[in-house]
């Protein structure tokens, strides 16, 4: 089983809609967890942390279930901007704060 | 706003050279780490550096590559003796010591010819 695994996509959807990314993770001594998001060629940039009350960042609302280590990514109201990879992130902590990705899923907003 | 740089942006390189990537991590952070990504796959861990030694390194960290903090602000990654399948998008990030959020540089094109 792979260590972080996400929906495959690419998902498009239209201006306007609410879309969800899905996220597992199989090492339960994971300890941190984030969305990054990633534009074509570039960078991987910090979207959001997630945290077990859930936490939300304008249209953009993570959670967090550990019992199913489980991660989610919920993007509202989506624009043409959002437009990107988004990267769902765990860290586990010993052995120096490793962090690992999943493959990423395409979103595209279009028109 | 702080932020981690590396150079080149892109490098060319003929099979069987060696070359060095630069990263000059956030300057109080404590975790450095170089990542690369094959173009079209995920963003792959390649090893992570703490106290002055690798703390953890992949299966793709093999003897080829190494990794130096020649001083308090460079951070390096050699690869040997190139090869074709080494053609990546090579990032290094950076944490502090009281966060677990990485910071990623802009990368570097490394396309071995």
């Known amino acids: 089983r792979k260590e972080v695994e996400q929906d495959p996509g690419p998902f498009n959807v239209p201006e306007g809609a609410t879309v969800a990314f899905n996220c597992t993770y199989s090492n339960s001594a994971s300890q941190s967890f984030f969305w990054y998001r990633q534009d074509c060629r570039k960078e991987p940039k910090l979207l959001m942390s997630?945290?077990?009350s859930g936490n939300e960042d304008g249209r953009f609302t993570a959670q967090l279930n550990r019992a199913s280590q489980y991660i989610s990514l919920l993007i509202r109201d989506s624009k043409l901007s959002d437009s990107a990879t988004y990267l769902c992130v765990v860290n586990r902590r010993g052995g120096g704060n490793k962090l690992t990705f999943g493959t990423g899923t395409q979103l595209k907003v279009e028109l | 706003e702080p932020e981690v740089t590396q150079t080149p942006s892109h490098q060319v390189t003929q099979m069987g050279q060696e070359v060095i990537l630069r990263c000059v991590p956030i300057s109080n952070h404590l975790y450095f780490y170089w990542y690369r990504q094959i173009l079209g796959q995920k963003v792959e861990f390649l090893v992570s550096f703490y106290n002055n030694e690798i703390s953890e390194k992949s299966e793709i960290f093999d003897d080829q590559f190494s990794v130096e903090r020649p001083d308090g602000s460079n951070f390096t990654l050699k690869i040997r003796s190139t090869k074709l399948e080494d053609s990546a998008m090579y990032f290094c990030a950076s944490i502090g010591g009281q966060s677990t959020e990485a910071f990623f540089g802009q990368g570097t094109r490394l396309t071995v010819v």
């Open positions: 997630v945290y077990s």
